[in-house]
C-alpha cells in the first residue's frame, strides 16, 4: 500500500484538501501572482496582515554622491569593526606568544595590566561599531516606510464559538454532576500536592536540638588566642588598644560567632566604666571583652574609636560605647554587646570563665528564651 | 503539494528551491510573513526594555563561560595560584576557583567583568523600563498582566543579583550573606527554622554557596526565561503602545515593519549594547575580589556596600530606629524585620498593584493604546515622582557612611538627615511635581490658544508695543486658535514648525546641491508640496520632516 492508494477503505478516501483549506490561495490564482511585481506582492501580503504601508521615503538615490557617502561611511564603520575584532584576536592568542605574557606581575604598567582593559577595549569597540554601522544602514540608506498596522479587538464569533467548545465539552464528561468524580478529584489533587511537596521537608532541620544558635566555643578555661593563635597575657597590649581573639579550639579563627574584642581600657575610661548589671566582674582588671558579632545584622563591629570609647560597625553604622557594658548609643541596634568572662590560666594567660551568658549576633524571635 | 512546485512564477533559484521545500515541510510562509510585516512604533523611550533584554543575552552568555571555571563549593583550600599576595592563604574553593578565573583563565577576568556590568545595567534598564511604563500610563488595560509579569521579572533579577554577589565568597559578599542569614533569622516565629532550613544549620554551614549557585545559574534563571518569554508574547499579542500622534489612534500602530528597518535597528541596539558592557568590563574595573581577600567572620572592611540595587534596602536598615518589639513569653520581633521585609514587601505589593488602584480610583477601565504625556495625568506622575524620590533616597542613605567620609561630615547627623528626607521629601516632591504638571499643561494650552512666541516685538500707532504671536491653526474672530489638545507634544518654538530654513547636509562641503535645496524650501513656503501623506511619518515636527500646517504667516494679534 502506497501512500497514493485512494481505495475505498484504504485511507478513507482521495487524497485532496477539505473544503476548509482555502483562504488567499483560492483568492489569487499563481498565474495572478506571477503577473504582480514583487513590491506589490509585498503590498498584497502586508494587506492580509492588517498592514498598510502610507509613504515610502526612498533611500539615496542610486548612484548619486549622497549614496556614495553614506556607503563610504557605513562600509568604513564595518571595516573598522572587523579591524577591533581581529585586534582583539592577535591580543587574545599573540599574549605569552609574540606579545608579552598577560598573566599578573606585581610591577604596574606591564602588558599584563593592559591585558584585560585591550580586550574590553577592543571587543566593545568592534561590537558597539557593528551597532553603529547597522543603525547608519536603516537610517541613511534604507527606504523609509511608514506602516500602519490595525489593532483588532477581540473577536465576539471567536468567544461564542470557543465558549460553546468549552462548555460542550465540559458538560459531556458530566463532571458538573458526578459531585463523587470531583469531590475525589480534589481529594486526589490536594494529596498528590502534598505528597510532592514533601521532600522539601528534607531541607528541616531543627534549629533547637542541641542549641547551636545560643553557643560559641568559649567555654570555662578556654585561652583567648590572636588570630596567629599566640596566647595574650595582661601586659602584651597598651590601654587604648583593641585586639580580635579567637577561641582556643580547632578552627576556632574561623568560627562565626566565637570572634571577641579584648580591650584595654586607658585609666579614664576605666574611671567611668559602668558594667552591666551583674556583669560588674567579667572584666580583668582594665581588660574587658566583647563579642565582635553585631547584635543587629550580625557584621564584625570593627572600627573602635578609643576616644569616645565607641564601637561602630561599617554595615549599619550601630554605635556601642563600651564604658556602658557595650550598649547601643546610636544606630538600628537594640541591644548591648554580650560580655565574655575574662580570667587568668595558671600560666598567666587569659582564658574564658566561661561562654557567653547569652546568645550571641543578631535578634531572633526565640532568643530570649535560648 | 504539487501545485507550489510548478506553478509559474515557483523559485528558479537554488535558494527559492529551498526555501519552497522547507515550506513544504513546515509550512511557515504563512507565520513568517505576518511576523515580517509586524509593525513597531519608534520612540527611544521604547528602547528601555530592549536594553534589559540584551543584557539578558549577555548575562546567560558570559554566564554560562563563568560556570566551565567556577566551584561552587566551600571546601578549605590553600591558593597556590598566580596571584602572590594571597598565596598559601586558607580560603574555600569557590573564592579560590573564582581567583583562578580572574588570574589564571585567559581573558577571565574580562569575562567576569562582562558578567558584573551586564548584571547591573539588566537591573537598571529594567528599572527605568518600569518608570517609562509608568509615567506613560502604559500598564493600563489590557496590559496589567504584563506590568505584573514585569514587576515579578524585577524582583527576581533583584535576587538573581544578590545570589550572585555572594558565590565568589570574598570578603565582602560573605559579609552581604552574614546580613542575608541575620535578615532570615529576623523573620517572626519561624526565622530560625528558615535559617537552618536555607543554610542547612547555623551560618555560614557547608552547603549554602552550593546552594545559591543552583538558583543563581537554573533555577531564577529558566523562570526569568519562561517570565520574559511570556512578556514578549504577550508584547507580540497585544501590540505595542503609542504616542499620539498624526494618524495615531486606538485601533492601530504606526511605525516600521519588523523587516528590515525594525530588524537592523533592534539588532543595531543588541551590539551596541553588547558593546558598551565590553568597554566597561575591560576598562572599569569592578569588584576586584582579590583585594577584600578570602571571607572571615572576624574580619569586615569599611563601606561594605552592596550592588546599587539592592542599596536601597541597606539604606532603609541604617535609618530603621532600634525598636525590637518584646512581646510576652521572652518573644521579640527584631527591628531588622520591618526595613529588610517588610518594607520592600510593602513597596512590591504596592508597585504591582498599581494598575488595579489606578483602576479603582479612575474608574478607568476602558482599553487604552495610546500613551499619556506625563504632565497630563498630574497625580500618577506625582505619585511616581514620590516613590522615586523615596527609593533613591533610600538608596542615597546606603552609602550615608561614604558621603559621610568624602564630605566630612558627622555619620549620626547623615543618618537623621536620611530619616527626616524620608519623611520630609516625598511629600515636598509630590506637590512640586504636581504644580510643575499644571504648569506645563497649561502652557501647552497657551500656546495653542495663542500662537508661539515669535520673539518680535512690535509698536503699534498708539504707543503700545505686543510681541507677535504665530497661530498653530485657524484662528477665530479674536485671533485665538481652534485646534484641541490631542495629547501631543506641541511646538514651542519658531524652528519646530520650520521657522528656520533647513541646513544644507554636509560637514566640511556641501552634499547637496544649495539651489535645489532652496528652492524645494520655497515650494514647501508655499505650500505646494504634495506632502499629505507625509503627516504620518513623523511626529509632524519640521524636524523630523513635517512642515508647517495652514498656519499661515506670523499675524498680529487682534485684541
Redesign the interface.
Known amino acids: 500500500m502506497t501512500t497514493h492508494d485512494t481505495r475505498p477503505g484504504s485511507a478513507g478516501g482521495a487524497d485532496t484538501p477539505g473544503p476548509l483549506h482555502g483562504g488567499p490561495d483560492d483568492d489569487y490564482t499563481p498565474e495572478q501572482l506571477a503577473a504582480m511585481s514583487r513590491d506589490d506582492l509585498d503590498r498584497l501580503g502586508a494587506r492580509y496582515d492588517g498592514v498598510q504601508v502610507l509613504h515610502v521615503d526612498p533611500g539615496p538615490e542610486p548612484g548619486s554622491a549622497l549614496e556614495r557617502r553614506y556607503v563610504r561611511q557605513v562600509g568604513a564603520v564595518f571595516m573598522l569593526a572587523g579591524l577591533a575584532a581581529f585586534a582583539f584576536v592577535v591580543v587574545y592568542v599573540g599574549s605569552g606568544w609574540f606579545l608579552p605574557d598577560w598573566e599578573w606581575t606585581i610591577d604596574a604598567g606591564t602588558w599584563s595590566s593592559l591585558f584585560t582593559p585591550l580586550l574590553g577595549l577592543l571587543m566593545g569597540l568592534s561590537l558597539t561599531l557593528v551597532g553603529v554601522g547597522m543603525v547608519l544602514y536603516s537610517k541613511k540608506l534604507l527606504p523609509h516606510e511608514t506602516a500602519v498596522q490595525d489593532k483588532h479587538d477581540g473577536s465576539h464569533f471567536d468567544r461564542v464559538t470557543t465558549g460553546a467548545t468549552l462548555v460542550s465539552g465540559l458538560h459531556k464528561s458530566g463532571l458538573a454532576r458526578r459531585k463523587l468524580i470531583t469531590r475525589s478529584l480534589a481529594f486526589m489533587g490536594g494529596g498528590l500536592g502534598l505528597m510532592l511537596l514533601m521532600p522539601l521537608g528534607g531541607l528541616l532541620k531543627n534549629p533547637n536540638t542541641g542549641n547551636p544558635l545560643g553557643r560559641t566555643s568559649w567555654a570555662q578555661g578556654v585561652r583567648l588566642l590572636r588570630d596567629d593563635g599566640t596566647p595574650i597575657r595582661p601586659g602584651d597590649q597598651v590601654p587604648g588598644s583593641l585586639e580580635t581573639v579567637f577561641p582556643a579550639v580547632t578552627g576556632g579563627n574561623r568560627e562565626s560567632d566565637a570572634a571577641t574584642m579584648l580591650i584595654r581600657l586607658r585609666p579614664e575610661q576605666v574611671a567611668v566604666d559602668r558594667p552591666r548589671e551583674g556583669q560588674a566582674d567579667f572584666g580583668y582588671g582594665d581588660y574587658v571583652a566583647y563579642s565582635k558579632i553585631c547584635t543587629h545584622a550580625g557584621c564584625p563591629v570593627s572600627l573602635y574609636e578609643q576616644e569616645t570609647s565607641r564601637i561602630l560597625c561599617p554595615c549599619h553604622q550601630s554605635q556601642f560605647d563600651i564604658t556602658q557594658g557595650a550598649k547601643p548609643i546610636f544606630g538600628p541596634a537594640t541591644r548591648a554587646l554580650p560580655q565574655l568572662p575574662l580570667a587568668l590560666d595558671d600560666e598567666g594567660y587569659f582564658v574564658a570563665r566561661s561562654d557567653y551568658i547569652e546568645a550571641v549576633g543578631p535578634t531572633y524571635w526565640n532568643r530570649e528564651r535560648i | 503539494m504539487a501545485?507550489t512546485a510548478t506553478?509559474?512564477?515557483?523559485p528558479t533559484t537554488r535558494l527559492g528551491k529551498a526555501a519552497v521545500d522547507f515550506d513544504d515541510r513546515l509550512i511557515v510562509a504563512g507565520p513568517l510573513?505576518?511576523t515580517l510585516?509586524?509593525?513597531f512604533p519608534d520612540h527611544w523611550s521604547f528602547l528601555l526594555g530592549e536594553i534589559a533584554l540584551y543584557s539578558f543575552i549577555v548575562l546567560l552568555l558570559s554566564g554560562t563561560y563563568l560556570t566551565f571555571f567556577f566551584d561552587a563549593s566551600m571546601r578549605e583550600v590553600v591558593y597556590n595560584g598566580?596571584?602572590?599576595?594571597l598565596r598559601g592563604v586558607e580560603m574555600s574553593a569557590a573564592y579560590d576557583s573564582a581567583l583562578d578565573l580572574s588570574?589564571?583563565v585567559?581573558?577571565g577576568?574580562?569575562m567576569r567583568?562582562v558578567h558584573h556590568w551586564a548584571a547591573l545595567l539588566f537591573v537598571a534598564s529594567i528599572i527605568l523600563h518600569l518608570l517609562r511604563i509608568f509615567f506613560t500610563g502604559a500598564f493600563r488595560r489590557p496590559r496589567e498582566t504584563n506590568w505584573l509579569i514585569g514587576v515579578g521579572l524585577l524582583v527576581l533579577a533583584i535576587l538573581e543579583g544578590a545570589t550572585g554577589y555572594t558565590l565568589p565568597d570574598d570578603l565582602l559578599s560573605g559579609?552581604g550573606l552574614?546580613?542575608i542569614?541575620?535578615?532570615i533569622?529576623?523573620?517572626?516565629?519561624?526565622?530560625?527554622?528558615a535559617?537552618?532550613?536555607?543554610f542547612?544549620?547555623?551560618?555560614?554551614g557547608e552547603l549554602i554557596i552550593g546552594r545559591f549557585y543552583i538558583v543563581h545559574v537554573l533555577l531564577i534563571p529558566a523562570i526569568l526565561l519562561a517570565l520574559i518569554a511570556v512578556h514578549m508574547l504577550m508584547l507580540v499579542k497585544q501590540?505595542h503602545t503609542q504616542f499620539p500622534g498624526p494618524?495615531r489612534t486606538?485601533?492601530?500602530?504606526?511605525?516600521?515593519?519588523l523587516f528590515?528597518?525594525f530588524a537592523?535597528?533592534a539588532?543595531?541596539?543588541?551590539?551596541?549594547?553588547?558593546?558598551?558592557?565590553?568597554?566597561?568590563?575591560?576598562?572599569v574595573q569592578i569588584n576586584p575580589i582579590w583585594l577584600w581577600g578570602p571571607y572571615?567572620?572576624?574580619?569586615?572592611?569599611?563601606?561594605?556596600q552592596p550592588d546599587w540595587y539592592v542599596m536601597f534596602l541597606?539604606g532603609s536598615?541604617?535609618?530603621?530606629?532600634?525598636?525590637?518589639i518584646?512581646l510576652p513569653?521572652?518573644?521579640?520581633?527584631?527591628?531588622?524585620f520591618w526595613?529588610t521585609l517588610i518594607l520592600p514587601g510593602i513597596l512590591f505589593t504596592l508597585l504591582a498593584l498599581y494598575p488595579m488602584i489606578e483602576r479603582k480610583l479612575t474608574g478607568d477601565t476602558a482599553?487604552h493604546?495610546l500613551l499619556q504625556r506625563p504632565r497630563d495625568v498630574p497625580v500618577r506622575t506625582s505619585l511616581g515622582a514620590m516613590a522615586v524620590t523615596f527609593y533613591f533616597w533610600l538608596m542615597i542613605s546606603g552609602g550615608?557612611?561614604v558621603i559621610a567620609d568624602k564630605f566630612q561630615l558627622s555619620?549620626?547627623a547623615m543618618?537623621w538627615v536620611g530619616r527626616l528626607g524620608l519623611v520630609i521629601l516625598p511629600p515636598l516632591v509630590y506637590v512640586i511635581t504636581y504644580r510643575i504638571c499644571l504648569g506645563l499643561q497649561k502652557h501647552d494650552r497657551e500656546v495653542l490658544e495663542h500662537g508661539i512666541e515669535t520673539g518680535v516685538i512690535r509698536r503699534l500707532p498708539h504707543g503700545e508695543f505686543i510681541e507677535v504671536h504665530q497661530p498653530l491653526g485657524p484662528v477665530d474672530a479674536h485671533g485665538h486658535g481652534q485646534l484641541a489638545y490631542g495629547g501631543a507634544p506641541v511646538p514651542k518654538k519658531m524652528n519646530q514648525i520650520g521657522g528656520a530654513r533647513r541646513a544644507i547636509?554636509g560637514f566640511f562641503t556641501p552634499?547637496?546641491e544649495p539651489t535645489a535645496v532652496e528652492l524645494e524650501q520655497r515650494r514647501e513656503a508655499r505650500g505646494l508640496a504634495a506632502a499629505e501623506?507625509?503627516d504620518?511619518?513623523t511626529s509632524g515636527r519640521p524636524s523630523e520632516?513635517g512642515r508647517p500646517s495652514e498656519g499661515g504667516k506670523p499675524q498680529e494679534p487682534r485684541d
Open positions: 501545485r506553478a509559474p512564477g515557483a510573513r505576518r510585516n509586524k509593525v598566580s596571584y602572590a599576595p588570574f589564571d585567559r581573558g577576568l574580562f567583568q559579609t552574614r546580613i542569614s541575620a535578615i533569622l529576623a523573620i517572626p516565629v519561624i526565622g530560625t527554622w535559617h537552618f532550613a536555607v542547612g544549620g547555623d551560618f555560614p501590540k494618524g486606538e485601533h492601530n500602530v504606526v511605525g516600521n515593519r528590515p528597518t537592523a535597528k539588532g543595531g541596539l543588541f551590539f551596541v549594547v553588547f558593546g558598551v558592557i565590553a568597554m566597561l568590563a575591560g576598562l572571615n567572620p572576624a574580619q569586615v572592611s569599611a563601606a561594605s541597606d536598615t541604617r535609618l530603621f530606629p532600634a525598636w525590637d518584646n513569653g521572652d518573644y521579640t520581633i527584631p527591628a531588622l526595613p482599553a493604546h550615608n557612611d555619620l549620626n543618618t547636509r552634499i547637496e501623506d507625509r504620518l511619518t520632516g
